[in-house]
């Protein structure tokens, strides 16, 4: 929905599906930090390993709570 960051839709559909979403928020940058979906966390699978999020096709700079 127009407003919503790529975070808000995250946890939306993680919580409207019954998917396990384990993140840490900071404050004061208004940001989220996701450590694990699915039980599947940072680092599981080396230590490059994570969570991005794609933006019409672009890795964004900013955060996932940039609000759209």
């Avoid at 928020?25 to 699915?38: D, H, K, L, R």
């Avoid at 490059?48 to 609000?67: A, E, I, V, Y």
Wanted: with cysteine.
């Amino acid at each position: 929905s127009e407003g919503e960051s790529v975070f808000d839709v995250l946890q939306r559909v993680c919580r409207d599906n019954g998917i396990h979403m384990e993140y840490s928020w900071t404050p004061m940058y208004n940001s989220a930090y996701v450590e694990g979906i699915a039980n599947l966390y940072e680092f599981d699978v080396g230590s490059l390993s994570g969570w991005m999020d794609k933006d019409n096709g672009w890795f964004p700079t900013d955060d996932s709570g940039k609000r759209y």
